[in-house]
């Protein structure tokens, strides 16, 4: 049973940095998909950033510039840096794996995706 379990969400004041990570148990490595997403209050879950099979790293328009995406593969983790963060980033934000996708994870539907983190969340404020 593949588990993600996401962690490193807290407050932050506006222009400031947090760094997230999702660690994967039940499987060594994973062939598939990976993503962040977020889901603001009020708001539809969107993606931030993906991760396909080969390692490239996609972070969508919104966040370009300001987050990044990143593993650690002896920890078998994923990262999401987040800099110059602004109070619109307040939100639920998960990770997640699909098993049946490799590429163009960015624009894989968020209902394709198998397994999800239980979240963390991330507040923006002065």
């Known amino acids: 049973q593949v588990r993600l379990m996401e962690s490193g969400g807290g407050s932050v004041q506006p222009g400031g940095s947090l760094r997230l990570s999702c660690t994967a148990s039940?499987?060594?490595?994973?062939?598939?998909?990976m993503a962040w997403f977020r889901q603001a209050p009020g708001q539809e879950r969107e993606v931030v950033a993906s991760l396909d099979y080969d390692d490239t790293k996609t972070i969508a328009d919104s966040f370009k510039g300001r987050f990044t995406i990143s593993t650690d593969n002896t920890a078998n983790t994923l990262v999401l840096q987040m800099n110059r963060q602004e109070t619109e980033d307040r939100a639920m934000y998960y990770c997640?794996?699909?098993?049946?996708?490799?590429?163009?994870?960015?624009?894989?539907?968020?209902?394709?995706?198998?397994?999800w983190g239980q979240g963390t969340q991330v507040t923006v404020a002065s």
């Open positions: 997640a794996e699909d098993a049946g996708h490799r590429e163009w994870c960015l624009l894989v539907p968020e209902d394709t995706y198998t397994y």
């Open positions: 039940g499987h060594t490595t994973t062939s598939g998909c």
